[in-house]
């Protein structure tokens, strides 16, 4: 009989590698000891790159990676000015840290905007460093030297050295304070298709997920799920877990009450036990008091007829170009129409978890995260620790789209372990996923046009009401629109008597960061209304775009994404996706394409969607032709993903999603009443860039503002009808 501790000779020759040039052994033995060679000597030329004595490099993705795919592109921004050979490049990703890696967060689609420029300054100075070294050793000035796929070359004899060889040397050289950068033009990496770095993890199922966190601590970890009152804004009372406690594995309840209007914790009950199993059948016996009161007034139709009373009057008028009176009054034509979108959940394929462990000394937390900045101020808070005594271990999201930015889950996780006095995973299922989220606010939006005798537009004027994220967050009722919408947006600045006013609701409703927050809404409404006017103007939708859009010419815009906006590369990604689509061709019958474009966040992107209406009324989006002006693109291959995923989720979210109250209570559960896209459901999707060498711009938001306004501009052309009011519910009109 074999002993169940003998090492095989085909395990041995499996588990061994060679590295570097010389013999390593990295392997598991049977009974989980380790043996491992010494590793290459590792020298730290910054905060973001090590090189090792056999020429590995290094790279650190510092931002959270939610599936947006920064822990590739932000590396090879680096790589690109460290002139090294992106194929033998390893890439880390750490922890937070507020001193050492600055910003840290994922949100708005700004990691590559934000870090472009200086992590092209972590390479340069790294490159230089390098240079010197070799410069040195060669007694030769270095600009008799240049770098190139990791090595360095001596220019007078051909001579090289490794980047290895010289990591030593180079890490004792005086840091350059402002190197030299490459020129765009001679960039080999930046702009290329790249695979994820983490891909083979992935499909291995190698890489840690907040959910697949179970970290090793002496004190074995408990797990917890939550109650929260199905009223929002409910506040605990008193529990009864006496049934609770004939589970077994069941160890505690603890009560978590909150402040009034408390956005980081929700009143509730936490269910403690051995495993997480155990956990969810205790829950189920607790017996739970709530205060309800004043909160039970929130039904399915609150919002539309507290909506509907807004619009019957006037708002608060935060742009007025021109005089919006008299362009009316010597309008030829006029046209009038009220879109309205709902509450939406992020529901990301992974609900919120989270572990934590606090002792008297620190607070530990592991956790997929948008903002771990934020879980850090929590824990200080409710700990009294300080900052330095608190650390987020940062994991990978399955899905962020806004969700992640609210850590609710993690304070959940901190409050019970700083209660219980043990480490803890709080665990949330799909039913509190989309029950307590943060939702898309609702809105409602009446808007009017002008047409003069020639048919052109010459007066707009549009209000909106809706649940202000601003003064959900803030409080404050001046400049409540900031956050739901932009004073700038397409078409302002081009009709010479052009309105907007705004009124915002009551603000019950738990309010987050839906991907592309606010754009997600007016996108739908302007591309809709402006398709409807050219449609009275006898006039094809993208040469009335065009038309309006005009030469090409630089306006203000003085949110993000700005400083301007211009109609010139509006235009070329209006005319891109018409041309790929072959905008105009002829369609088989009861089938059509509808074209819409919206400015994100500092991108352009313009679509045209071809979908058939069936005689039942059936919908479905054939195919999808986006184009797309980024600025300068970082990498290729992730871009073209996150502009695929943004068009499913918006066709998810139009299609059939939408969050409803009864008595205060969110009545959508799971799947089956939300419904998102299913596989069977997507429609080819071409995605195009306009090269482009300014300055990149993000790309995690900007594919799902104008997909609904192009399919609906497409049902239009089938059925005469317009849609106006989200989501088409079961796809069906």
């Given at each position: 009989m074999k002993n169940k501790h003998q090492l095989s000779r085909r395990s041995f020759i499996k588990n061994?590698?060679?590295a570097g040039g010389a013999f390593m052994l990295s392997f598991s033995l049977p009974w989980g000891q380790q043996l491992m060679a010494v590793p290459t000597k590792t020298y730290e030329l910054n905060s973001f790159l090590k090189i090792a004595k056999d020429g590995t490099v290094t790279i650190i993705s510092k931002n959270p990676e939610i599936g947006q795919g920064v822990s590739t592109s932000l590396p090879m921004i680096i790589a690109e000015e460290l002139e090294v050979d992106w194929q033998k490049v390893k890439v880390e990703t750490v922890d937070y840290d507020k001193s050492k890696y600055k910003g840290q967060s994922a949100g708005g689609s700004t990691a590559v905007k934000n870090n472009f420029k200086p992590l092209r300054k972590v390479g340069a100075t790294a490159r230089t460093m390098l240079i010197a070294a070799a410069a040195k050793r060669w007694s030769i000035a270095p600009n008799f030297c240049y770098a190139q796929q990791g090595m360095v070359y001596n220019k007078k004899n051909r001579k090289k050295l490794s980047y290895g060889a010289l990591a030593e040397m180079a890490a004792q050289m005086p840091v350059p304070k402002n190197p030299s950068l490459k020129n765009p033009k001679d960039f080999k990496l930046i702009g290329t298709a790249q695979a994820g770095v983490f891909n083979k993890d992935l499909v291995q199922g190698k890489v840690t997920y907040g959910l697949d966190a179970y970290p090793q601590f002496k004190e074995k970890m408990v797990f917890a799920v939550v109650q929260k009152c199905p009223t929002l804004r409910g506040k605990l009372i008193s529990y009864d877990d006496s049934a609770a406690k004939k589970v077994a594995g069941f160890i505690q309840a603890v009560p978590i009450r909150t402040k009034a209007h408390d956005e980081v914790l929700r009143d509730g009950v936490a269910i403690v036990a051995k495993n997480t199993w155990a956990a969810m059948k205790a829950r189920k016996l607790v017996k739970i008091k709530w205060d309800t009161k004043g909160n039970e007034k929130y039904n399915a139709d609150y919002y539309t007829q507290s909506f509907e009373q807004n619009l019957a009057k006037s708002g608060e008028v935060i742009r007025n170009d021109g005089n919006i009176e008299q362009g009316f009054a010597q309008a030829k034509k006029t046209l009038k129409a009220t879109y309205a979108l709902p509450f939406a959940a992020h529901s990301p394929m992974e609900p919120m978890n989270c572990v934590a462990s606090v002792t008297n000394a620190k607070c530990e937390v592991w956790a997929a995260t948008q903002w771990p900045g934020a879980i850090v101020d929590f824990a200080k808070k409710t700990t009294g620790l300080a900052a330095n005594q608190v650390k987020v271990h940062m994991l990978r999201a399955g899905g962020g789209f806004g969700r992640r930015s609210n850590n609710d889950y993690a304070a959940e996780a901190i409050a019970v372990s700083h209660a219980i006095k043990k480490p803890v995973k709080v665990v949330w299922t799909r039913e509190d996923e989309i029950q307590f989220d943060y939702y898309r606010p609702a809105s409602m939006h009446q808007l009017e046009a002008a047409l003069d005798?020639?048919?052109?537009?010459?007066g707009w004027k549009s209000h909106y009401t809706?649940?202000?994220?601003?003064?959900?967050?803030?409080?404050?009722?001046e400049r409540a629109y900031r956050y739901d919408l932009s004073i700038y947006n397409f078409p302002a600045q081009l009709i010479p008597n052009f309105q907007l006013q705004y009124t915002p609701a009551d603000t019950f409703m738990p309010l987050g960061w839906w991907r592309a927050p606010g754009h997600n809404t007016t996108a739908f409404v302007n591309q809709s209304f402006l398709a409807e006017v050219a449609a009275a103007a006898g006039k094809d939708f993208l040469k009335f775009q065009l038309e309006l859009l005009g030469d090409s010419k630089e306006y203000p815009y003085k949110n993000?994404?700005?400083?301007?906006?211009?109609?010139?590369?509006?235009?070329?990604?209006?005319?891109?996706?018409?041309?790929?689509?072959?905008?105009?061709?002829?369609m088989p019958k009861r089938n059509a394409q509808g074209i819409a474009a919206h400015f994100t966040y500092g991108t352009?992107?313009?679509m045209v969607a071809e979908v058939s209406v069936a005689n039942d009324g059936q919908v479905k989006v054939n195919k999808v032709v986006a184009a797309v002006d980024c600025g300068l693109l970082i990498n290729k291959s992730g871009a073209k993903a996150q502009i695929e995923g943004g068009i499913l989720e918006g066709l998810s979210v139009m299609m059939n999603a939408e969050i409803t109250l009864k008595k205060g209570a969110v009545q959508q559960s799971n799947f089956h009443d939300y419904k998102m896209?299913?596989?069977?459901?997507?429609?080819?999707?071409?995605?195009?860039?306009i090269k482009s060498n300014k300055d990149p711009m993000g790309l995690g938001e900007m594919g799902l503002p104008p997909i609904a306004p192009a399919v609906c501009n497409a049902?239009?052309?089938?059925?005469?009808?317009?849609?106006?009011?989200l989501p088409i519910k079961n796809s069906r009109v």
């Open positions: 061994s590698t060679v005798e020639n048919n052109r537009l010459i809706g649940v202000s994220l601003y003064k959900y967050y803030a409080g404050k009722d993000h994404g700005g400083p301007t906006i211009s109609t010139g590369r509006f235009k070329a990604v209006l005319e891109l996706a018409a041309q790929k689509a072959q905008w105009g061709k002829k352009y992107v313009a896209l299913r596989m069977a459901e997507a429609p080819d999707i071409e995605v195009y860039f049902i239009f052309k089938v059925t005469g009808k317009r849609i106006r009011n």
